[in-house]
């Protein structure tokens, strides 16, 4: 049997309180240099939000969130910008969604879209 896949989303910021302060400090003041373009469509300035939840939640995969910090401890050897959507299949990691895909995607449902065509029906 295969192994199912997974799909790994990867913000462009590092985990912690201090550098959540300073991420929800920097999408409120300078919104427009904000450095995550994944961060900023799915979540508001102090959470989650719903519309994001209820559509990981009716994948037909399993998902997992990471930041830049724990992929890269994790992923040592992976290159790609961030943030990024991964896809592990067996051993196989694989960019779905590139930062520059996610930078040009501007509201939730061209997200949506992107990770229907690019991760799920691929």
């Given at each position: 049997?295969?192994?199912?896949a997974?799909?790994?989303?990867?913000?462009?910021?590092?985990?912690?309180?201090?550098?959540t302060l300073a991420d929800i400090g920097h999408k409120i003041f300078s919104h427009e240099s904000y450095a995550c373009a994944l961060c900023a469509i799915t979540h508001s300035y102090f959470r989650e939000?719903?519309?994001?939840?209820?559509?990981i939640e009716s994948l037909p995969v399993p998902c997992r969130f990471m930041h830049r910090d724990e992929f890269c401890?994790?992923?040592?050897g992976q290159q790609e910008k961030l943030p990024a959507i991964f896809k592990v299949q067996g051993d196989t990691l694989r960019s779905c969604v590139s930062?520059?895909?996610l930078e040009t995607?501007?509201?939730m449902v061209l997200l949506?879209?992107?990770?229907?065509n690019s991760c799920i029906r691929d």
């Open positions: 049997m295969p192994n199912p997974l799909l790994i989303f990867v913000y462009n910021a590092d985990s912690g309180m201090f550098n939000r719903k519309e994001w939840r209820h559509f401890r994790e992923y040592p930062a520059k895909q995607c501007d509201n949506k879209q992107l990770i229907m």
